[in-house]
């Protein structure tokens, strides 16, 4: 069997999905943006990234560095990726729409992939990669076409993303309007199968028209690595709660920031610790930066998480809208107990793996908080149990049996 991955622009876990595909002896090859070589310097990607604002851009290059693969297994499309950045300077200054240069770097993408298109049995391609006529090529050369996408149908996420804005539609996310949407939108009607990480996303896609039956459910592996990290539940002085993500509207910061000011109101003693960089959608107040219990950290690299999650006792997502959420799942394979919405897609059963709330209700999360506080059997329990369902069924390794499984159901 012979699987050809193509990432799409940007950084996304289908390299850990040829990674592990390859410890199943499965042939594959992996087309991406760029990879600097080895002795690039770091200051002139640091200085890459200043331009085009992102912090982390030299972490993010690190992950396409795959030791498990050979350079002959990873295809790379710089000159396409050095455009779409180009574009999106281009649209900080309004001289091009936002969406009009995601839409047209990912095309440019698409085509410039097409030259890799050949010798494989499954094209599998990130949602948004497959235009340019990647697609059309791979289907030209007798390959079956998998899509995958990780995250809600664009109209659930406009829907939810009005939500939070309290009714007021949000204008820099247009939904299946979009052009870049509408571009997605047309790998995944393209497909011979969907494959998508959460019930959740599966359920969207469902409600707006896509069939059921070709649609797969996969999830993403957790690195064993954070596995059963905590293992003290008992009551402190003061409970200490964790977020990690982008603290932004869509993964509820404005739901949290309204839940701290309920605790405070309340005489509650709470530490709040978030880890992620700050949205520029979030009106933060100037008293929750300054309150003595909130700490904001800031990005913290994936293998400097585990301290915050040993010593917070509870961990909060009160998401809007997600396809499923790493952050959560990472946090519940490390046994602390999480507060989450059914729209985090996270695999969360009420009091059993988690605490589920309803979404766009900052008094639910407060509450929910103060009663976890008080029951450190409730934590335990919970935590332990989460713990238990990511190590089993949430590896990397039930994650690459499972994506294979997908091919042969395709290629049958």
């Known amino acids: 069997m012979k699987i050809l991955i193509t990432t799409g622009q940007g950084i996304i876990n289908l390299f ?9 002896n499965i042939d594959v090859k992996v087309i991406t943006g760029w990879v600097p070589g080895e002795h690039f310097p770091e200051a002139a990607i640091r200085f890459l990234g200043r331009i085009i604002g992102r912090k982390n851009l030299v972490e993010g290059l690190k992950r396409r560095r795959i030791e498990e693969l050979s350079s002959d297994e990873i295809r790379t499309c710089a000159r396409s990726e050095f455009f779409i950045q180009f574009l999106f300077l281009l649209s900080r200054y309004r001289l091009v729409s936002r969406d009009w240069a995601a839409c047209t770097g990912w095309k440019a993408f698409g085509a410039q992939s097409k ?58 996310y247009a939904g299946p309007g979009e052009r870049f949407w509408n571009l997605v939108l047309q790998d995944c009607r393209m497909a011979d199968r969907l494959m998508v990480n959460s019930n959740y996303v599966k359920e969207s896609f469902v409600e707006n028209g896509f069939d059921a039956s ?14 059963q ?35 405070i109101s309340r005489n509650f003693d709470f530490e ?32 400097q998480l585990i301290p915050f999650l040993s010593e917070n006792d509870l ?63 409730l934590r335990e329990r919970i935590g332990a149990a989460a713990c238990r369902l990511i190590k089993n069924e949430h590896t990397w390794d039930a994650y690459a049996q499972d994506t294979i499984k997908v091919y042969k159901r395709l290629l049958d």
């Open 272 to 303: 709040l610790n978030i880890v992620g960089d700050i949205g520029r959608d979030i009106d933060m107040p100037s008293w929750f930066s300054e309150y003595d219990g909130i700490h904001l950290h800031g990005s913290v690299p994936v293998k």
């Open 16 to 24: 850990d999905t040829a990674v592990f595909l390859k410890k199943h």
């Open 229 to 263: 990290v905590k293992n003290n539940w008992a009551a402190q002085d003061k409970v200490k709660v964790l977020f990690i993500g982008g603290f932004n509207l869509r993964k509820g910061a404005q739901l949290i920031i309204e839940a701290a000011e309920q605790l």
């Open 115 to 172: 030259k890799y298109i050949a010798d494989a049995d499954v094209f599998h391609v990130r949602s948004g990669a497959g235009q340019g006529g990647a697609i059309m090529k791979a289907r030209q050369a007798g390959m079956k076409i998998l899509v995958d996408h990780s995250i809600a149908h664009p109209a659930e996420m406009l829907k939810q993303l009005t939500k939070a804005r309290k009714g007021a539609p949000p204008a820099e």
């Open 315 to 377: 961990f909060i997502f009160p998401s809007y809208a997600e396809g499923c959420a790493q952050s959560l799942k990472i946090a519940m394979a490390t046994g602390i107990p999480v507060i989450t919405t059914r729209q985090s897609g996270g695999p969360v059963t009420h009091l059993q793996t988690g605490y589920i709330i309803p979404d766009d209700s900052a008094s639910a999360l407060a509450d929910a908080i103060v009663e976890m506080s008080s029951n450190p059997g």
């Open 214 to 227: 070709k649609i797969d459910v996969v999830n993403m592996g957790i690195n064993e690595a954070f596995f």
